[in-house]
Nanobody
Framework: QVQLVESGGGLVKAGDSLRLSCAASGRTFSRYAMAWFRRAPGKEREFVAG????????VYADSIKGRFTISRGNANIAVYLQMNSLKPEDTAVYYC???????????????????WGQGTQVTVSS
C-alpha cells in the first residue's frame, strides 16, 4: 500500500521557520495531488496548502498565505512545506495527504484525499 511519512516538526519560537517533508513509498505518485492539513488542539482538521501532480499549481489557506510554501520533489515522490514567520496559532499536528488527480486539480477538503501520513507535531511558543 501507499505510505506517507512526515518529518521535520518540532518546537520553535514565534517568528522561526521549519521545513516539513513528506516521503511517499509503495506506489508511484505520478499524477497525484498532494497537500498539507493540520489539526490544532481542540479543533477540526483544516487545509493548509496543496500542490498539483505536476507542481505547476498551488493553493494556500488564507491563514498562512505569504508565510508557507509548498513544493514537490523532482520525482514527485516527496512534498515539502516551508513554514516561515511561525505563530503560536500554527501549533498543530501537520498531515501529508495524496489523491489521484490527473486533471491537475487540488482538493481542499480532507474527504477527497485517499492517502494520509501519521502526522508530525509543530509547536510554536509565544
Amino acid at each position: 500500500q501507499v505510505q506517507l511519512v512526515e518529518s521535520g516538526g518540532g518546537l520553535v519560537k514565534a517568528g522561526d521557520s521549519l521545513r516539513l517533508s513528506c516521503a511517499a513509498s509503495g506506489r508511484t505518485f505520478s499524477r497525484y495531488a498532494m497537500a498539507w492539513f493540520r489539526r490544532a488542539p481542540g479543533k477540526e482538521r483544516e487545509f493548509v496548502a496543496g500542490i498539483s501532480w505536476s507542481g505547476d499549481r498551488t493553493v494556500y489557506a488564507d491563514s498562512i498565505k505569504g508565510r508557507f510554501t509548498i513544493s514537490r520533489g523532482n520525482a514527485n515522490i516527496a512534498v515539502y512545506l516551508q513554514m516561515n514567520s511561525l505563530k503560536p496559532e500554527d501549533t498543530a499536528v501537520y498531515y501529508c495527504a495524496a489523491d489521484l488527480r490527473p486533471d491537475g486539480t487540488i482538493p481542499t477538503l480532507d474527504r477527497f484525499y485517499d492517502y494520509w501520513g501519521q502526522g508530525t507535531q509543530v509547536t510554536v511558543s509565544s
